[in-house]
């Protein structure tokens, strides 16, 4: 753990100031910020048009109807859709069979951010459930008896970390597991997704994720893997799937948090990166696009905001004096102001953007860049804003795992007690510490 004078990730609760400024995104003179097309269209200005349109429309009938506009988060009726969602789903959810850890991670943490305590009959059904989605051969599949996969095994591993019981943590199979890691392992560095399957940024993180929250990680399953991320940063900034591909904000993601976990970071461009996420914030919308030229998108409130606090650590690390000591390095009312005026359904859950459909993925997404929004830094630097009223403060997330904080502690802690499976430390020596600060 860092010194309580540095800047860490641990961000505990705290009597959150309610912003009391004007609405960022009701001032008259917001309309300024809208696509300037310069009268030459295209398919993708004629998209932006639309959803700023749409978005346009939420704000106006949000200032016509509120004199004094205050925005709600909907905890409640939040919270009724997540707890269905846990015990019964629609026929509408078929097409995710390959994602049911996901499904249980989703509903889970977002419960988490809510506050909302997991019931014990509830907990106990969720492991035994993903109990059955582990492979003999390691790892987790999408669903029982399906072939392991490295993005349910994270999925897995982080639903079983929320519940943070020993029941929970026992489920995993530490030896197999860093088995399946090693048959994913590639030459370069990289990791496929599952055996025969593709090679991209997602599967490194995921790796270094259950490796470092399990403490399976040994002094050559990640040899070549910071570099091979390195090679994905392209010329704009961010990163891609793969060495030479367009960056990508959920890539951008995987690949920043991966090196946090393996304390890599300075193998990367850290100002181009930064100057690239920071111009994915939507200048009239207030949420974040996915790609250069893209639309909003609610998840990526998570996904590209979320790079921020690893940045700031990272540029504080490196001693950089024009770091702000209060605040991220993006508009964190206007992010909020996207979220919880364009992206709640009046049901329920949240979404995508206005006219999109509710489900759990956003929920679990917007949610987490709400929180990410609210809250900024730790003990003495501790600086928290929430916008609306003081019930819409959410727990914090930790950035690098996206669950809470206290739940990377307790996992990491209980399972540094145990020895890393098939490999002796020689005296003297560690193998790397998780990203808990």
């Known amino acids: ?125 969720v492991c035994q459930f993903l109990e059955l989605c582990q492979s003999p051969e390691g790892g987790f599949g999408g669903g029982p008896g399906q072939y392991p996969h490295l993005a349910p095994t994270y999925a897995a591993v982080n639903a079983l970390c929320i519940i943070g019981t020993e029941e929970a943590y026992d489920v995993i199979n530490r030896e197999k597991l860093l088995q399946y890691l090693y048959s994913l392992k590639q030459p370069d560095g990289s990791f496929l997704m599952h055996v025969g399957g593709e090679v991209d940024v997602r599967s490194v993180y995921c790796a270094a994720s259950v490796a470092s929250l399990t403490n399976i990680i040994t002094p050559d399953l990640f040899e070549g893997t910071a570099e091979w991320i390195a090679r994905c940063q392209n010329w704009e900034g961010g990163i891609g799937g793969v060495p030479g591909m367009e960056a990508h904000g959920g890539y951008t993601f995987c690949g920043l948090a991966a090196l946090v976990i393996l304390k890599k970071e300075r193998t990367l461009n850290l100002k181009s990166l930064l100057q690239w996420v920071t111009s994915r914030q939507m200048r009239f919308e207030g949420g974040f696009q996915g790609r250069c030229n893209k639309l909003v998108d609610g998840c990526y409130s998570f996904w590209q905001a979320g790079l921020l606090p690893l940045l700031h650590r990272a540029l504080h690390a490196q001693g950089d004096p024009a770091l702000s000591m209060s605040h991220w390095m993006f508009h964190q009312q206007a992010l909020q102001e996207y979220i919880l005026m364009c992206c709640q359904c009046p049901a329920g859950g949240l979404l995508d953007k206005p006219g999109k459909s509710r489900d759990f993925y956003h929920t679990c997404y917007c949610l987490s860049g709400l929180s990410i929004a609210q809250h900024f830094g730790s003990g003495a630097m501790l600086h928290d804003v929430v916008l609306g009223v003081p019930e819409n403060v959410l727990q914090p997330t930790h950035p690098v795992y996206n669950i809470g904080p206290d739940k990377v502690i307790q996992a990491t802690t209980y399972f540094l007690q145990k020895p890393v499976p098939g490999f002796e430390e020689p005296e003297g020596e560690a193998t790397a510490e998780p990203a808990t600060d």
Not at 16 to 24: D, G, I, N
Not at 51 to 75: A, G, T, W
């Open 1 to 125: 753990m860092a010194s309580p004078s540095s800047f860490t990730y641990y961000c505990p609760p705290s009597s959150s100031p309610v912003w009391s400024e004007p609405l960022y995104s009701l001032r008259p003179e917001h309309a300024r910020e809208r696509l300037q097309d310069d009268s030459v269209e295209t398919v993708t200005s004629i998209e932006q048009a639309k959803v700023e349109e749409k978005i346009q429309e939420v704000f106006s009938s949000y200032k016509f109807n509120h004199l004094v506009p205050r925005l709600i988060l909907q905890r409640e009726k939040h919270f009724h859709y997540l707890k269905r969602g846990l015990r019964q789903l629609t026929d509408a959810y078929e097409c995710l069979d390959a994602s049911r850890p996901w499904l249980c991670y989703w509903i889970l943490h977002s419960l988490e951010l809510l506050d909302e305590p997991i019931p014990q009959i509830v907990a106990t059904d």
